[in-house]
């Protein structure tokens, strides 16, 4: 595993630390162009009542702000979860041409567990994958959560 990923995701872990104390679903993500961190977020759907605001679709769009072009072409996202099908379609959108991703996703994974929609060849695009870089540790956050949550007796 080459280094630069597990700098990367621990700095998308970071981001998932910060989704957890503010009580979000810990999931974060990076986006980095050129070795140049270009966006940095994690799960908002609570605070912001979106269910779209999953940390890949935020982090997407400040990328594309912050580059000042939709396509990002040259960039490679570094997220803790296995990204949905939701988000997956957005890498897909925005042409991101990696994607590392952390702990796989048994119940919503669209790259590897359920679909693999960032391989399919009848879409117009499609990501190089790198799987389980710091997966213990971006699963166990998860798990860690899940379980605080239950024994509160929230969902």
């Known amino acids: 595993m080459p280094p630069i990923h597990e700098h990367f995701m621990r700095l998308a872990l970071q981001q998932a630390q910060q989704a957890e104390m503010e009580k979000e679903v810990p999931v974060g993500a990076i986006i980095v162009c050129q070795d140049r961190v270009v966006a940095a977020a994690y799960n908002q759907?609570?605070?912001?009542?979106?269910?779209?605001?999953?940390?890949?679709?935020?982090?997407?769009?400040?990328?594309?702000?912050?580059?000042?072009?939709?396509?990002?072409?040259?960039?490679?996202?570094?997220?803790?979860l296995e990204p949905c099908p939701m988000c997956a379609g957005a890498i897909v959108q925005a042409r991101?041409?990696?994607?590392?991703?952390?702990a796989t996703d048994g119940k919503a994974g669209a790259v590897d567990s359920l679909f693999h929609l960032l391989g399919d060849e009848r879409l117009n695009h499609s990501a190089e994958v790198t799987s389980g870089v710091l997966a213990d540790q971006c699963g166990k956050i998860l798990t860690d959560f899940f379980k605080r949550q239950r024994s509160f007796g929230k969902k």
């Open 45 to 80: 759907r609570e605070q912001l009542k979106d269910p779209t605001a999953h940390a890949e679709m935020i982090a997407i769009t400040q990328a594309a702000e912050s580059l000042g072009d939709w396509r990002l072409e040259n960039c490679t996202l570094y997220v803790t």
């Open 96 to 102: 991101i041409p990696f994607v590392v991703y952390g």
